[in-house]
């Protein structure tokens, strides 16, 4: 199941989707350039081994420590297609746009997203109440994961909950495996979700809190071997 905040941004998520392959609004899927980049934020002990786990799984790369500037974060987000951040996160109720995550040297902020060239195709928000979003006044919505699909992001991963640190990890592990293998955003993270349910208590509660936001039905990685296996035995 993909959520969406609101009609019109479910509507420019799909639509960015050019075709079922992958690609993003510029034509480049993960595969054909798009990069990989997994950030780990600072006073989070698991957000490190969580980033390589995942720099590791997509052979991409991984910024952490003092590494893992605003600046640099914000550079590495406008090349890349697939992105991942483990981080601190804060949803500000009364300015939504200063809603962030914490990075080495101060917060990457909602309105900071906004002036990014371009964002990821497909991001992964690790951080707390990423996932959520504040109704202003005229129902506008706004928030960090409103903030990456009103700017081009298709399909978005984030926690709608407070989330523990290190039992995290294995859930966004799971997720991205099954994202490498070819499954579609949605379904990996339900998968994950399941695969994680018979583990640590607080496992399965941080792998309760991520939701799909945006388009969440083509996959990062080729095609998705399950729409392939059905299409075969409907031929």
């Known amino acids: 199941m993909t959520v969406a905040p609101s009609a019109t941004l479910w509507h420019l998520a799909r639509t960015r989707l050019a075709s079922a392959d992958g690609t993003d609004g510029?034509?480049?899927?993960?595969?054909?350039?798009?990069?990989?980049?997994?950030?780990?934020?600072?006073?989070?002990?698991?957000?490190?081994?969580?980033?390589?786990?995942?720099?590791?799984?997509?052979?991409?790369?991984?910024?952490?420590?003092?590494?893992?500037?605003?600046?640099?974060?914000?550079?590495?987000?406008?090349?890349?297609?697939?992105?991942?951040?483990?981080?601190?996160?804060?949803?500000?109720?009364?300015?939504?746009?200063?809603?962030?995550?914490?990075?080495?040297?101060?917060?990457?902020?909602?309105?900071?997203?906004?002036?990014?060239?371009?964002?990821?195709?497909?991001?992964?928000?690790?951080?707390?109440?990423?996932?959520?979003s504040v109704v202003r006044t005229g129902d506008e919505l706004m928030g960090l994961a409103v903030a990456f699909l009103a700017r081009g992001t298709s399909q978005l991963v984030a926690s709608v909950l407070p989330i523990p640190d290190a039992a995290t990890t294995p859930v966004m592990v799971a997720f991205h495996e099954r994202l490498a293998a070819g499954r579609p955003p949605a379904a990996a993270l339900a998968e994950a979700q399941r695969a994680v349910r018979g583990d640590d208590p607080r496992t399965a509660a941080a792998a309760a809190g991520f939701v799909c936001i945006g388009a969440g039905a083509v996959p990062v990685f080729g095609r998705d071997p399950g729409r392939d296996r059905a299409a075969a035995g409907a031929g």
Do not use: K, Q, W
């Open 26 to 132: 510029d034509g480049r899927g993960v595969e054909a350039g798009g990069r990989v980049v997994a950030v780990a934020g600072p006073r989070l002990p698991a957000a490190g081994p969580e980033a390589a786990a995942v720099g590791a799984i997509h052979d991409g790369t991984v910024l952490a420590g003092a590494a893992a500037s605003v600046e640099a974060v914000s550079a590495a987000l406008s090349r890349a297609g697939l992105a991942h951040l483990a981080a601190h996160g804060h949803l500000s109720a009364e300015n939504p746009l200063f809603s962030g995550i914490a990075l080495a040297d101060g917060p990457l902020m909602a309105y900071d997203v906004e002036r990014l060239p371009r964002v990821p195709h497909t991001l992964v928000l690790a951080a707390c109440d990423s996932g959520r």
